[in-house]
C-alpha cells in the first residue's frame, strides 16, 4: 500500500481502505498484526509512534505461565479485585487466551527477564495470589512496544501516519465508515475503512495528577459517544497509590512491582501503617492503598515514603533500573532514601462498551485496550492485567473486524434500568453534536474552561473520595462547558473531547450512589449490591 499522504485525493478523503485503526498502542498494534493478511490497514497515531500507554506502563504483563498457576487461578484473582463487577465471561477471554498471547510475544523476540533455569521470572504484584508478572526490568510496556513495532514495521499492509488527531467517527446509513482527523500540518482529512477499531487508550489526563503522558486525555471514549456508541463503567477510575511525590517533579510513576520484591510504605515517622487496614498490608488492592496513603498522610500531617533501604541495594538498581534514574533525577537514592509517593489517576476501567470480540453498539465500529469496556476489570483492575487486556482483545478484533459488520449483542445485565431502558440522564440531544461539530456562527468563542482547569476540577470533584455536593457542581460546569460553542480548529476538538469525558466520568460517579473498587463515596461509603451490582451505561438518546 502507498504511503498515506500519497492516497489522498484533492478532497482530502483517504481512498477507502479495509481497516482503520486509531492508537498505536499494544492493542492497535496487535490489531494491525491480525489485520495485515486480510487487507490494506492504516494505522493513525497521535503523536510520535512510541507515545502510548503501553510505552510507560514500568510493571508487567500477568499471565497464567508459572508451574503453580492456572487460568482458572488468574481468573479468581481478576474477578476479587474487581470488587464483585467482572464480566466472568470477558475475564474466561482474558485469562484463558492470555498466556498463547504472551507466547506469541516471546517467538517475537520480547526479553523478558529469565530466571536461572531459562524460564520467564515472575514477579508478584498486589492482589494476585501467586507470582505470574513477567517483565523487562520496570519497563515491560516500552519491550513490548519495541516488539510489536518492529513486527508491523515489516508488513508491507500496514500504513502508519502519525501526529494525527482523530475528531470525529463518520457514521453514514448507521455504521462506522471510518474518521476525520488533522494531519501534522493542520489539514482537516476523512479516511473511509470497512471496519475502525478505537484503540486510544486511557484517560488519566483529565485529571491533574496523573502517571499517564499527555496524549491520554479519552480521545476513544468522546469519538465513540459522539459517533452514538454506548460507553459504559466511566465512574471506576483507578488511582495508582504510589507516583512519585517530589517538589515540581512529574508525577512519576513508582511500579507496584517495588512492594511485590518488599518495599515498604510508611510515614513521616517511619511507621508501617497498611496491615492495620488490610489483610494484604502494602500489597492490599490498589483502591485500598490509595486511600490509605492518603488518610495517613491527612491524619500525620506528613508525607508518605516509600523504602527501600532493607533489600540489598545491588538488586533494587538492577531489578528497577528505570525508576531509580528517574529518582536519581531529582536527588533521590531509591535503593537508600525515603521516596515520596502519593495517588495519581492511572487506568480507566469504564470506556467505550464492547462485547468479547473487540464489537461497539455501532456497527462497524470497534474498541479495545484501555479505551474499552469489556467488563473484564469491573470495579478495579487486577495490577499488570492492562497490557494482556490489550494483547487479548486487539487479537480478537482483529479477528471480529474481518467478519460482516454488526452490533454487539451487549448483556442487559451490564445495562442500567429505570423503567425506560438506557440511562441517558442529560445526554445532549444529538443534533446539538451534529451543530458543535459544524463551523456555525460563534464557533470561535472558547470554552469556560480551559484544559487546565478541567483536570483540576475532577481532581477535586472527581478524585479519590467523592461527594454528591462536589459530583453535582462538577457536572453542572462541565455540563455546561460541553454545550458551548467551539471552533472547530484542533485545538478546539482538543478541548472538547476532554471536555465531554470528564463530564461524562463525574456525571457517572454522581449516579452511582455507593461505593465499589475504585469508586469512593464518602456520602455512601459502602457497597451495595441490592441496588448497585450493575453496569452504568450511556448513550445518545
Known sequence: MPGASDSVDNNNVLNFLDFLVVGGGIAGLRAAIGLAS????????????????????????????????????????????????????????????????????????????????????????????????????????????????????????????????????????????????????????????????????????????????????????????????????????????TALKYGGAPRFLISEALRGEGARLVNDRGEAFMAALHPDGDLAPRDVVARGIERESRRTGGAVFLTLAHLDSQFVVRRFPTIAAMCAQVGLDLARDLVPVGPAAHYMMGGVDTDEWARTSLPGLFAAGEAACTGVHGANRLASNSLLEGLVFGARAAEAMTQPPRAAALKRDRVMADGSGLV??????????????????????????????????????????????????????????????????????????????????????????????????????????????????????
Open 424 to 541: 441517558a440522564y442529560g445526554s445532549i440531544e444529538p443534533d446539538a453534536i451534529s451543530d458543535r461539530q459544524a463551523a456555525m456562527p460563534g464557533a470561535d468563542q472558547p470554552s469556560a474552561l480551559d484544559a487546565e482547569a478541567i483536570r483540576r476540577l475532577m481532581w477535586r470533584s472527581a478524585g479519590l473520595f467523592r461527594t454528591r455536593e462536589n459530583l453535582q457542581r462538577a457536572v453542572a460546569i462541565l455540563d455546561r462547558a460541553a454545550a458551548a460553542p467551539f471552533a472547530p480548529t484542533a485545538d478546539g476538538w482538543r478541548l472538547h473531547g476532554l471536555t465531554v469525558v470528564a463530564w461524562l466520568v463525574a456525571r457517572a460517579a454522581l449516579r452511582r450512589e455507593e461505593s465499589r473498587g475504585a469508586h469512593y463515596r464518602e456520602d455512601f461509603p459502602k457497597r451495595d449490591d441490592a441496588r448497585w451490582a450493575i453496569h452504568l451505561v450511556d448513550a445518545i438518546q
Open 38 to 241: 486480510a487487507g490494506r490497514v492504516l494505522v493513525l497515531t497521535k503523536a510520535d509512534p512510541s507515545e502510548s500507554n503501553t510505552g510507560y506502563a514500568q510493571g508487567g504483563i500477568a499471565a497464567a505461565v508459572g508451574p503453580d498457576d492456572s487460568p482458572a487461578l488468574h481468573a479468581a484473582d481478576t474477578i476479587r479485585a474487581g470488587d464483585g463487577l467482572c464480566d466472568e465471561e470477558a475475564v474466561r477471554v482474558l485469562v484463558e487466551h492470555g498466556s498463547g498471547g504472551v507466547r506469541e510475544l516471546l517467538g517475537w523476540g520480547a526479553q523478558f527477564e529469565r530466571d536461572a533455569t531459562g524460564a520467564p521470572a515472575l514477579g508478584r504484584e498486589a492482589a494476585h495470589s501467586v507470582r505470574r508478572v513477567l517483565h523487562a526490568g520496570d519497563a515491560t510496556g516500552r519491550e513490548i512496544g519495541r516488539v510489536l513495532w518492529q513486527h508491523v514495521s515489516a508488513l508491507r499492509s500496514v500504513s502508519i501516519v502519525d501526529h494525527a488527531l482523530v475528531t470525529e467517527v463518520i457514521v453514514e446509513g448507521g455504521k462506522a465508515c471510518g474518521v476525520a482527523y488533522f494531519d501534522r500540518d493542520g489539514k482537516r482529512r476523512v479516511v473511509r475503512a470497512a471496519a475502525t477499531l478505537l484503540a486510544t487508550g486511557g484517560a488519566g489526563r483529565v485529571f491533574c495528577e496523573t502517571t499517564n503522558p499527555g496524549v491520554a486525555t479519552g480521545d476513544g471514549i468522546a469519538l465513540a459517544y459522539a459517533a452514538g456508541a454506548r460507553v459504559a463503567d466511566l465512574e471506576f477510575v483507578q488511582f495508582h497509590p
